[in-house]
């Protein structure tokens, strides 16, 4: 009765004006997305952002990774107040009606490159209409990879936060490490203690560019332990796959076909496989980025079964997609299928299934990095010089629920854990993030599961003029996206603000980090050295 009454309180004058000049600027905002019609339409453009501070979602079955129920969630000032049966509230209070569907913590994407500069271009997201077109997929937080400037990850940061100025919903940063000194090593530090970065990622790939080598590696594996910061790995042997491209180049393979020839599965096992020693030979928890082959999953399994820390991310594409696309005779439609590592033939994608499926992976990125068809372009004549990079940010929770729920390969609350959960507790921000609890920030999806979606270039929210997963029809629609405790999907149409997305601090020495000193000292005490000899 007492939270009844709370929330039927008659609001004081004070919050009125507050609430007047709020949705004064949402409008003044909302008009700076209607300035991108190019982009999304008129999709948006006619109603500004819900900027009730109260609301409530009744009569749907509310989904966490550990459990469901059928109950209502009430959502003050962007926070999730209650979630138990049967809320009553007052007139004046916003109510959703769920009955049907599932209530869910939006999904968190761990792997995306917005703006991100590369291989001579930039793609074609930013982090508005990335953010915006996520929005309309389900998902409410991402963690973008900051790319260093000459090296300097300061230099790298601060050009991002300049970036993310645009940003309509929250988000995170990993850091990546192109070169080593000590001027990095400090860096390091201070974008854990200081930036809420508690991730460091290693590119294996890319030689000449972005590439590292083992001793490169080793550094920073080391210096991640130290700092409670998760090392990450693009695991693909660099040095091979330049031999290979060279010897594509001298076949006369030239076309898409040569990315993938030029990189087979056996080059992300080997590189897979070395990175996961490297780790254990320091003890310290390792995460591999787009796994992509039956190879590098194997290694991971292997890894895992022995007690490594070592978490696997398989992405949306090499789910659900095969290289066929590759041989295709139109050289527009080929390339925008190129990425790194290349979509597997077919086998890998269900392969990868099931693993996610038995957990063998933990969680469903993107690394949604798109380019436009004349971007693409670059490449014509050699496939080396395609800009690396598919969709995925608008697409994922509806796929992965078409691929992994409605097929029956993973529950309701499994689908709830690789989309969003395992993501916030792997970089420290749950339950923040990643669950519909008390406390947590109300970023929340209404899935209907007997409603169906069609994937399209013409719709998507993307400023990209293709789409990877074009004519898709699947069922499980995501029907109401709220970020922040605001409405920003609903009816098809979206509410986004350019400027209303937070950078999401994360903290380091995450779950995975438990027990890491335990395990050092039983290592130290195993080695029964030095021993004591005679010098006579």
Known sequence: ???????????????????????????????????????????????????????????????????????DVYIEDGIIVAVQPNIKVGDDIRVIDATGKFIMP???????????????????????????????????????????????LSAG???????????????????????????????????????GI????????????????????????????????????????GDAVFEGQKRMIELGITGPEGHALSRPPVLEGEATARAIRLAGFVNTPLYVVHVMSIDAMEEIARARKSGQRVVGEPVVSGLVLNDSVLWDPDFHFAARYVMSPPIRAVGHGT???????????????????????????????????????????EERMHLVWDTMVASGQISVTDYVRITSTECARIFNVYPRKGAILVGSDADIIILNPNSSFEISSKSHHYRTDTNVYEGWRGKGKVEVTIAGGRIVWENDELKVVRGAGKYIEMPPFSYLFDGIDKADAKYLSSLRAPVKRSTT
């Open 106 to 152: 939006g999904g968190i994407d761990p792997h995306t490159h917005l703006a991100m500069e590369f291989m001579g271009s930039e793609t074609i997201d930013d982090f508005f209409s990335g953010q915006a077109a996520a929005l309309a997929g389900g998902t409410t937080m991402h963690i973008d990879f900051v790319i260093p400037v000459n090296g300097s």
């Open 351 to 393: 392969a990868l299934q099931g693993a996610l499926a038995t957990g063998l992976l933990q969680l469903v990125g993107t690394d949604h990095c798109t380019f436009n068809s004349t971007q693409k372009a670059l490449g014509i004549g050699d496939f080396r010089k395609i800009p690396n990079g598919v969709n995925g940010m």
């Open 157 to 195: 940061y601060e050009a991002y936060v300049e970036k993310a100025k645009r940003s309509c919903m929250d988000y995170g940063f990993h850091m990546a490490i192109t070169k080593w000194d000590e001027t990095v090593s400090e860096d390091m530090e201070i974008m854990v203690k200081e930036k």
């Open 1 to 71: 009765m007492e939270f009844c009454h709370r929330v039927q309180l008659l609001i004081p004058l004070v919050y009125v004006i507050a609430l007047f000049s709020t949705i004064f600027a949402v409008v003044s905002a909302s008009n700076e997305f209607c300035d991108s019609t190019f982009v999304y339409g008129d999709s948006g453009c006619n109603a500004p952002p819900s900027v009730s501070s109260k609301m409530l979602i009744k009569g749907g079955t509310v989904v966490n990774a550990h459990h469901k129920e059928v109950a």
């Open 198 to 237: 508690n991730s460091f990622k290693f590119f294996l790939a890319y030689k000449g560019s972005f590439m590292v080598n083992d001793e490169l590696l080793m550094e920073g594996l080391k210096r991640c332990k130290s700092l409670g910061a998760l090392a990450m790995v693009h695991a693909e042997n």
